[in-house]
């Protein structure tokens, strides 16, 4: 039997259990919360969610995700695909963006923004860097958005 002395040193040099598993990133963490933000979206085609936080990933400055306007049937108002009426995960959480455009800003989005998404993140102001998990069908806003200095970067 030990002392209670010789007992507390021996739990001193053991690590916390919460350091025995592999701590998530901030990057993976707000990546999972859009989506589970897409999970909410009234769209058909596509499932799409959005988180903005700051550079120092200690603040959610915004979420959004793709669907129909506040007050309207939750669904898509045509079965065009491109054109179902929705507006975009993006489009609503710079809507729901109060934060000054002076703050850095990152973006997680679920799927790859379209180029008028792309527009609408530049003019919400410094937006620094946008990490995606999934491809969209057409890359072109990854241009427009590194042609203003945004850095875009798949994370799967």
Do not use: W
Request: hydrophobic fraction near 35%.
């Amino acid at each position: 039997m030990c002392s209670d002395h010789a007992c507390d040193t021996e739990l001193a040099l053991q690590p916390p259990k919460a350091y025995d598993r592999a701590r998530p990133t901030f990057e993976s963490i707000y990546m999972q919360l859009a989506g589970t933000l897409a999970a909410r979206s009234t769209c058909r085609r596509l499932n799409v969610g959005t988180v903005i936080t700051s550079t120092d990933y200690r603040k959610v400055l915004s979420v959004g995700y793709n669907g129909n306007a506040t007050g309207l049937p939750n669904g898509c108002d045509r079965d065009e695909p491109g054109n179902c009426g929705c507006l975009h995960s993006e489009e609503n959480a710079v809507i729901n963006c109060d934060a000054p455009r002076h703050v850095e800003k990152i973006v997680f989005v679920t799927h790859l923004p379209c180029v008028q998404c792309a527009k609408r993140l530049i003019n919400l102001g410094n937006v620094q860097k946008i990490f995606y998990r999934d491809e969209y069908r057409i890359r072109d806003s990854v241009a427009v958005l590194q042609s203003v200095g945004i850095e875009v970067a798949q994370l799967i």
